[in-house]
Nanobody, 117 residues
Framework: QVQLVESGGGSVHAGGSLTLSCTAS????????MDWYRQIPGGGREMVAT????????WYANFAEGRFTITRDGTRNKVWLHMNSLNIQDTGVYYC??????????WGQGLQVVVSS
C-alpha cells in the first residue's frame, strides 16, 4: 500500500506563509496525480490544488489562485504547497492525496494550519 508522509503544518499570523510537503512511499514509478485538499471548521473537504505527472493538469481553487503554489519533484513522488498571504479563513486541516490508475486513491492523515490575527 501507499503511505503518505506529510510535514509543514503550524501556526502563523495573518499575512504570513507556510509550506506543506508530502512524500509518497511508492518506488516503482511516478504517481499520476498528487493533490492538496483542506477542511475548514464547519465545512466539507475541498480541493486546494492539484498537479499531474509532467504538469499536464494543474489547477487551483479560486481561494488559492495567486496566493498558493503547488510544485512537484519531477523524479520523485513528492509535492509541496507553498502558501502566502494567509488569512484567518485559511485555518483548517490540510490533506495530501494521491491518485493513480494502478495504485488507486490514498490520503494523508492531515496537517493542522492555524492562522491568527
Amino acid at each position: 500500500q501507499v503511505q503518505l508522509v506529510e510535514s509543514g503544518g503550524g501556526s502563523v499570523h495573518a499575512g504570513g506563509s507556510l509550506t506543506l510537503s508530502c512524500t509518497a512511499s511508492e518506488r516503482a514509478g511516478l504517481i499520476d496525480v498528487m493533490d492538496w485538499y483542506r477542511q475548514i471548521p464547519g465545512g466539507g473537504r475541498e480541493m486546494v490544488a492539484t498537479v499531474s505527472v509532467g504538469g499536464h493538469r494543474l489547477w487551483y481553487a479560486n481561494f488559492a489562485e495567486g496566493r498558493f503554489t503547488i510544485t512537484r519533484d519531477g523524479t520523485r513522488n513528492k509535492v509541496w504547497l507553498h502558501m502566502n498571504s494567509l488569512n484567518i479563513q485559511d485555518t483548517g486541516v490540510y490533506y495530501c492525496h494521491v491518485s493513480d490508475y494502478s495504485l488507486g486513491d490514498w490520503w494523508g492523515q492531515g496537517l493542522q494550519v492555524v492562522v491568527s490575527s
